[in-house]
């Protein structure tokens, strides 16, 4: 199955230069490997040199990098190559796609008092307990979880393995041992937000755990309890954000950072990989706290020379003093 270059620019807008209108698309693909029958991208000027030796049928390129695109060969000039990537695929599973019966699979288990719109796909092996409700257009894969009164919004997908609404970690201690909190909030998720496999998201201990409109979340991420992540924020895979802390909208969070609990993160915070937050970040900006990786050796070294730091600051402070007071 294939669409053509016109069909696609039909549909997405852009312009198509040195190439045909009824020239055959087959595939999506990167730009270093595309050949013929492939529509590619530029994402970065960096890339130029693979463009120039790209095989691909016709490649999505920014308006300054028209003519290093037309040098090639065809080309869709757009103003943001990356974003009509992201609509081409979309466009092409809408036109390959297989149709995906609505309604709820027969192995699915879904509480009589809970409320799943018609419009909504509860998948193989589904758990939908008490109170849960399940908004349009919704789409649950196989083997979610969605706990007693949690609610899912609009035209959301929630892929395969997510528990929502599993207790929180709470829990006082007394005389050695630990005494359950109960867990007596919800989770109640916005419209338009997708969720990784395997990830979970814990009800909150007392009010409700809170991911707002168009929120996206990777694999395997912990979302703990009391937790607000505002709109249009994303975290990629194994994340983890402990108890009522409070992310901003359009904040990112890098693959394995940390977010400690009770902090909040101002809108547009940008978290790199790896990093432990254990402040809140009240300005936006890019925020980084990774050690660097290096030789056992020599990371000894430096992280010994880190810990004497403080003592070290303490006696420039005390230096300077004498030279004021001399």
């Not at 120039?52 to 016709?58: E, G, I, L, V």
């Not at 027969?106 to 809970?114: E, L």
């Not at 007693?148 to 609009?154: F, Q, R, V």
């Not at 915070?269 to 300005?283: D, F, N």
Request: net charge negative; charged share 20%; with cysteine.
């Amino acid at each position: 199955m294939s669409l053509s270059l016109g069909q696609i620019v039909d549909a997405l807008g852009g312009t198509l230069e040195g190439g045909e209108r009824d020239g055959e698309i087959r595939r999506i693909a990167p730009l270093e490997s595309a050949g013929p029958g492939d529509l590619a991208f530029l994402s970065h000027p960096r890339y130029q040199q693979q463009l120039a030796a790209s095989r691909a049928a016709c490649v999505i390129v920014a308006p300054s990098m028209r003519e290093a695109g037309l040098a090639r060969g065809a080309c869709i000039v757009a103003d943001e190559p990356y974003v009509y990537f992201a609509r081409a695929t979309q466009l092409w599973k809408r036109a390959h796609a297989v149709a995906v019966p609505q309604g709820i699979h027969p192995s699915a288990v879904v509480d009589p008092d809970a409320t799943v719109h018609p419009t909504a796909v509860i998948g193989p092996l589904c758990v939908v307990e008490r109170g849960a409700r399940v908004g349009a257009g919704t789409v649950l894969k196989s083997r979610v979880t969605l706990g007693e009164d949690c609610h899912i919004g609009e035209r959301c997908i929630v892929h395969a393995g997510v528990v929502i609404g599993a207790d929180g970690f709470g829990f006082a201690p007394q005389g050695g041992e630990w005494v359950k909190i109960e867990q007596l909030g919800a989770v109640h998720i916005g419209n338009d937000v997708e969720i990784g496999a395997n990830t979970c998201i814990d009800r909150g201990a007392l009010e409700n755990t809170v991911i707002e409109d168009g929120v996206k979340l990777d694999n395997l991420i912990q979302i703990g309890h009391n937790v607000r992540i505002g709109r249009h924020s994303a975290m990629a895979g194994c994340v983890g954000v402990a108890g009522s802390a409070t992310i901003g909208a359009h904040c990112t969070v890098g693959g394995g950072g940390i977010v400690l609990g009770h902090l909040e993160l101002a809108d547009h915070v940008h978290v790199s990989a790896a990093t432990v937050v254990t402040r809140s970040l009240t300005r936006p900006g890019q925020y980084t706290g990774m050690f660097p990786i290096d030789e056992n050796a020599k990371w000894e070294k430096n992280a010994a020379t880190l810990k004497q730091l403080h003592s070290l600051r303490e006696r420039i402070k005390a230096l300077e003093q004498t030279r004021k007071d001399g």
